[in-house]
């Protein structure tokens, strides 16, 4: 690719202005509904045709994410570029960023895409993780594990959604043959995984998994939503619950207060997720998404501003909307597989709102669609 040249500034977009977004899934579908709604045309650059984001968008550009000829056409074509997902090619996200305004900043990308990267970057902007290690050989990993007793190794790049992990729990085999074995199955050699090898963090004995989205606009204004508290299902979120008394004041208020920071460190626009621990009445953050979120998906039905309007409105440089709760309490869950054949059963319930994201392989664990609940 060819030499950067000076970056634009960013400015205030204009009805009819429009957004590009890299990656088709369904928060690209959701951040091109929310963008339409504000008058702004998207273009989403994905190499599978007819994706979730690509039934919305006013036009598709269909090809890998790092093709040179797309960026270029990415770039002629919008005012700003977004993205759905955080393992862009940070190649791609840092050229384009040298030529249109790219929100949320490749920093953020940078440090999301490699655990070890996350945890250090966290670390230093002040935020609480649990402790971990960098872990390549089998003597690493043994000398982790007897230094937190228990713990969960994941691979540095690639892992999602509970994929890319082993768990140390209970009564284990130290021996170098079955270390060897998880490494090997994680990392094995030759993998571009290998490449970047593996972290073990503590296995935190969490009370509950927490999460706060929040934003950051052009001219550094921050909102969060109310905390979410979260049910995983093997490495899979099943449910986001909120509302007043749902987590501790103290809790929420220190998790928010670590969102701020991390925010303002960053310099970032754009809206963010990031993941906690609740250990007591301290809490760890687990990791950061420098994009919007599964666990604030509930935002569409039970906020003025959703955290997609929220995204739109931070890069498109307009102002903030409102964050507070309209109704007591909402769950938001997800329907994964063929759980989403009965979705429209769901509406026998008015309070109900169902939301399916236009994917036609209904495979075990994916997600293909997600209900909102909301009580007054
Ligand atoms: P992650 O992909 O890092 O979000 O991990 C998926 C899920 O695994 C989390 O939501 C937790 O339920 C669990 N998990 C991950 N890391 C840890 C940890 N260090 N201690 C305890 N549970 C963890």
């Avoid at 490699?114 to 970057?121: H, V, Y």
């Avoid at 934003?215 to 204004?221: I, P, S």
């Avoid at 507070?324 to 759980?339: A, I, S, T, W």
Wanted: charged share 20%.
């Amino acid at each position: 690719m060819t030499d950067p040249s000076p970056a634009q500034v960013a400015k205030r977009l204009k009805p009819n202005d429009t957004i590009g977004i890299i990656g088709g899934g369904q928060l690209g579908r959701l951040l091109a509904m929310a963008a339409a709604k504000l008058g702004f045309r998207t273009i989403v650059l994905e190499p599978h045709k007819d994706c979730p984001a690509a039934q919305v968008c006013n036009d598709q550009i269909v090809a890998a994410y790092d093709d040179e000829e797309a960026l270029h056409a990415l770039c002629e074509a919008c005012q700003v570029v977004t993205y759905e997902f955080e393992n862009v090619p940070l190649d791609a996200a840092r050229w384009l960023e040298n030529r249109v305004p790219l929100f949320p900043p490749a920093k953020a990308l940078a440090m999301s895409q490699d655990r070890l990267e996350e945890k250090r970057g966290l670390q230093d902007m002040g935020m609480d993780v649990a402790r971990f290690c960098a872990v390549r050989s089998v003597e690493e990993l043994a000398q982790g594990l007897q230094d937190f007793g228990q713990g969960v190794l994941k691979t540095c790049r690639f892992g999602y959604d509970g994929k890319g992990q082993h768990v140390f729990r209970g009564d284990f085999d130290t021996s170098q043959r079955v270390l060897a074995a998880v490494l090997d199955s994680l990392i094995p050699q030759g993998s571009k995984a290998a490449e970047y090898g593996c972290v073990l963090e503590e296995l935190v004995p969490f009370d509950r998994e927490f999460s706060i989205i929040g934003t950051r606009g052009q001219d550094g204004a921050v909102q969060c939503y109310p905390a979410a508290v979260n049910v995983h299902e093997n490495g899979i979120l099943r449910s986001s619950s909120v509302g007043q008394s749902i987590l501790d004041d103290g809790l929420a208020a220190n998790g928010q207060r670590q969102v701020e920071q991390l925010l303002h460190g960053l310099n970032y626009v754009g809206t963010v997720g990031v993941e906690f621990f609740a250990v007591g009445d301290t809490c760890l953050v687990n990791e950061m998404a420098p994009r919007v979120h599964n666990t604030g998906h509930w935002t569409v039905e039970a906020c003025g501003t959703s955290q997609f309007e929220q995204h739109i409105r931070a890069i498109a440089g307009l102002p903030l909307g409102s964050v507070d709760l309209l109704c007591e309490l909402c769950e938001m869950e997800n329907l994964l597989g063929d759980e989403s054949d009965g979705a429209f059963d769901f509406l026998q319930d008015p309070h109900v709102y169902v939301t399916l994201y236009g994917k036609v392989e209904a495979r075990a664990g994916r997600k293909m669609g997600h209900i909102t609940r909301l009580y007054k």
